[in-house]
């Protein structure tokens, strides 16, 4: 909890630079910050303290409206003023009553502000770890979806590769172009859901990959690839 000094100072700081005054402004301007109940009392004494009124900021509005505002608030001046005269008449008990309930209040108000201040940095918080968490899933689900692929195509093209060995003599080999038109029509269509197209070059390469694991073909004495013997 920041101490009266503390605040005296940065509410001298503040006035020194010609910034507002302000709750917000004035914790901002703590080293450790505080929360609006601690740091409101002692500013409210800092302002009877210094007699601090904040400067009415018109440079901005036309000049028209500068002056009828001028006007205002000066009536305003005067009507506090005229009220203060009138409150400080009352009786002396009754004018400690309405002190007392004013703290009571604003204590009260303060605290709420605080409350709100938690819970929207709380929200906060749980909306960047939902967001974290949400890119997470959808980072993995993006891993998921192309290692599915991945499956769909090998299995794909391991059946491909079964019914090229099926068209294929065995210990014998066919061109490229024969394999190719007497693959099924199921396969040509199943082909255009995978990345890789269905050409002499694709079924070259897959059936080569099969020579290198032993399965289905194996290198023949030209350079050719021949269907195996036999089964592994």
Not at 126 to 140: F, G, I, P, V
């Amino acid at each position: 909890m920041p101490e009266r000094d503390a605040v005296f100072l940065a509410c001298d700081r503040l006035l020194a630079r010609r910034e507002r005054v302000s709750l917000r402004n004035v914790i901002a301007e703590l080293p450790r910050g505080g929360s609006n109940r601690a740091v409101g009392p002692h500013m409210a004494e800092w302002k009877v303290e210094r007699d601090y009124k904040p400067g009415l900021e018109v440079d901005h509005l036309p000049e028209g409206v500068q002056g009828e505002l001028v006007k205002f608030a000066f009536l305003v001046v005067e009507a506090a003023k005229e009220a203060e005269a009138a409150s400080l008449a009352n009786d002396r008990g009754r004018d400690e009553a309405r002190r007392r309930a004013n703290d009571e209040m604003r204590d009260e108000a303060l605290a709420a502000l605080d409350v709100l201040t938690a819970a929207n940095a709380r929200l906060t918080l749980e909306t960047d770890a939902a967001r974290q968490e949400a890119e997470a899933l959808r980072t993995e689900n993006v891993r998921l979806r192309e290692r599915l692929d991945r499956i769909r195509a090998e299995e794909f093209w391991d059946r491909v590769m079964r019914e090229v060995r099926d068209l294929m003599p065995v210990g014998g080999s066919l061109p490229m172009d024969e394999i190719l038109a007497g693959l099924r029509p199921s396969i040509h269509r199943g082909a255009r859901l995978h990345r890789e197209p269905l050409d002499a070059g694709t079924l070259r390469k897959k059936m080569m990959m099969r020579v290198r694991w032993e399965r289905f073909f194996e290198a023949g004495p030209d350079g050719t690839i021949v269907r195996k013997a036999a089964e592994a």
